[in-house]
T-cell receptor, first 116, second 111 residues
Framework: NAGVTQTPKFQVLKTGQSMTLQCAQD?????MYWYRQDPGMGLRLIYY???????DKGEVPNGYNVSRLNKREFSLRLESAAPSQTSVYFC???????????????FGPGTRLTVT | DQQVKQNSPSLSVQEGRISILNCDYT??????FLWYKKYPAEGPTFLIS?????DKNEDGRFTVFLNKSAKHLSLHIVPSQPGDSAVYFC??????????FGQGTTLQVKP
């Protein structure tokens, strides 16, 4: 049981290049999320997916696209990377509200992205 | 407009003493409040949460207090241990399942 996995762990891009960050979870969770973490800013939600086949914008969606490929996988794409997208990106998942649910999300180890 | 705020960027305490981390929020619609712990180069890990209808939740050395009238929550760690040194994020949940995070507080526990 790996929980939430993310690839790659590190990436350096030049301005204008594109890339896709991959995320997968094996907890049979319905909801998945993408966050970015910047110094002094906490974690900010980029996009989320409440269930397979649905996606919605979070607080900072500009410059990103997402795909909920199936229940397990949720990818984040940068079409034309900019230096302002230099950050650490975290994927998370959560189960449905119900008995025992405490509001928690489970996070992957992160992808450290640098755009030069 | 920051809905969840942690006004102390850092906190240093001696091993064995109490650590108190604070968090303020503005939105009365939040249904859960959570604390996460984060070590360098790792993802945040869930620590403890409290429902908006409660005022206290305890789990071992960790206790979270919620003061709804003041829109304030705090995390108490007793006794503090060097392994507790990490960044602590408070977060608030909307009934959609989305979390809104504070900026984080770096806790250093000195041996």
């Amino acid at each position: 049981n790996a929980g939430v996995t993310q690839t790659p762990k590190f990436q350096v891009l030049k301005t204008g290049q594109s890339m896709t960050l991959q995320c997968a979870q094996d907890m049979n969770h319905n909801s998945m999320y993408w966050y970015r973490q910047d110094p002094g800013m906490g974690l900010r939600l980029i996009y989320y997916s409440a269930s397979e086949g649905t996606t919605d914008k979070g607080e900072v969606p500009n410059g990103y696209n997402v795909s909920r490929l199936n229940k397990r996988e949720f990818s984040l794409r940068l079409e034309s990377a900019a230096p302002s997208q230099t950050s650490v990106y975290f994927c998370a998942s959560s189960g449905p509200p119900g008995q025992g649910f405490r509001g928690e999300q489970y996070f992957g180890p992160g992808t450290r992205l640098t755009v030069t | 407009d920051q809905q969840v705020k942690q006004n102390s960027p850092s906190l240093s305490v001696q091993e064995g003493r109490i650590s108190i981390l604070n968090c303020d929020y503005t939105n009365s619609m939040f249904d859960y409040f959570l604390w996460y712990k984060k070590y360098p180069a790792e993802g945040p890990t869930f620590l403890i949460s409290i429902s908006s209808i409660k005022d206290k939740n305890e789990d071992g050395r960790f206790t979270v207090f919620l003061n709804k009238s003041a829109k304030h929550l705090s995390l108490h760690i007793v006794p503090s241990q060097p392994g507790d040194s990490a960044v602590y994020f408070c977060a608030a949940s909307l009934n959609t399942g989305k979390l809104i995070f504070g900026q984080g507080t770096t806790l250093q526990v000195k041996p």
